[in-house]
């Protein structure tokens, strides 16, 4: 079809493409959630189900992308990790960023009253989005465990600062106050001794965060065996009668390798999560 004269336009636009051969990490963040979170009256210091809400959001965005073979979410946050080999829309980064995080937009406005179903959202929400280039695993581990200590010291300090707010009876400034300069085991022994709480006996998904991993399901036997439905399972097995029975005699076919995405609130620091998983780094 031939062009308008208004065409030349289209090449003031600027090629963005993402380095062949990096991991990629598209994150993203809600925008002046601090504010959403008041405004919406969520539980402090983490309201379980509007978590619930971020994860469901996140797993809307790894069963549309397949590449995406692991994700990390804590507080309005997911990080989501490609395969180096994607071809993703040819590895256009404005285009990788925006589809992504539209999706997940709309996946959290849209399932927000299933989680949410006593209060009305108020405003539309809105993510930002940035995509990082990592050269090797090294720095993939490295970005994920320090996602993962952020989830941990923000849990540890919002837990003992609701404490003082909402039992101890201080003020928001007051708590900050109380807060300043202590080191973690302080905390822990303030949680302990004021307000009897075993920080590690805390929910899982709070002190760890969310992990959302593609895992390899083995196929059952089931599978390999010629499905019930085309007729084949029902008939007797009449092999040396010398009745050709065509459909039972193809040659299985090789099951195709299936995907599930599993949701678990465990330790992505240490080398057993990724020791398990070698396919997440190659
Ligand atoms: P920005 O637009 O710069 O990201 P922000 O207000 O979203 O600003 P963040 O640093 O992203 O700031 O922090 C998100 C804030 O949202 C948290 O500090 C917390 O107050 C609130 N929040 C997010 N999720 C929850 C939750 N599940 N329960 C309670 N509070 C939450
Ligand atoms: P891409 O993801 O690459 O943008 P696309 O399928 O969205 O692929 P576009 O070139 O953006 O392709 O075209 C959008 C298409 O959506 C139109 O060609 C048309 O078929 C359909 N469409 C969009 N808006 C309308 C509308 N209001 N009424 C009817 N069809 C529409
Ligand atoms: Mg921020
Ligand atoms: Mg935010
Ligand atoms: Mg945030
Ligand atoms: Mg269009
Ligand atoms: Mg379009």
Redesign the pocket.
């Known amino acids: 079809m031939a062009g308008s004269r208004y065409e030349y336009v289209k090449k003031f636009e600027l090629p963005d493409p993402l380095l062949l051969g990096t991991f990629l990490v598209l994150r993203i ?10 405004a919406h009256d ?7 189900r ?2 619930q809400l ?1 994860d469901h959001a996140a797993r809307n965005v790894m069963n549309e992308f397949n590449d995406i073979c692991l994700a990390f979410g804590e ?3 997911y990080s989501f990790l490609f395969r180096k080999s994607t071809t993703l829309y040819n590895r256009r980064q404005s285009k990788i960023i925006t589809t992504v995080t539209s999706l997940f937009t709309s996946s959290y406005v849209y399932n927000w009253s299933k989680y949410l179903p006593d209060k009305e959202l108020m405003y539309p929400p809105s993510f ?1 989005g940035r995509i990082v280039m990592y050269p090797s695993p090294k720095e993939i581990r490295d970005y994920f465990a320090w996602r993962q200590a952020d989830t941990h010291i ?1 849990n540890l300090y ?1 837990t003992v600062f609701w404490a003082l707010v909402l039992q101890g009876d201080e003020s928001t400034t007051q708590a900050h106050a109380t807060l300043r300069g202590t080191v973690s085991s302080t905390k822990h022994e303030m949680l302990h001794s004021r307000f009897s709480i075993n920080y590690n006996s805390l929910p899982a998904r709070f002190r760890k965060g969310s992990v959302l991993v593609r895992e390899q399901v083995m196929p059952e036997k089931a599978v390999l065996l010629a499905p019930a439905a085309e007729g084949a399972a029902s008939t007797p097995d009449v092999e040396g009668q010398g009745i050709p029975q065509p459909s039972t005699r193809k040659p299985p076919k090789k099951p195709k390798a299936q995907y599930t995405v599993e949701l678990l609130h465990c330790d992505i620091i240490g080398d057993e999560f990724w020791d398990q998983r070698p396919y997440l780094l190659a």
Do not use: I, R
Not at 29 to 38: T, V
Not at 43 to 48: A, F, I, R, S, W
């Open positions: 963040d809600g925008h002046a959630f601090h504010k959403l979170s008041e969520f539980t402090k210091p983490n309201d379980e509007a978590l971020m507080s309005d946050e930002d923000n919002n």
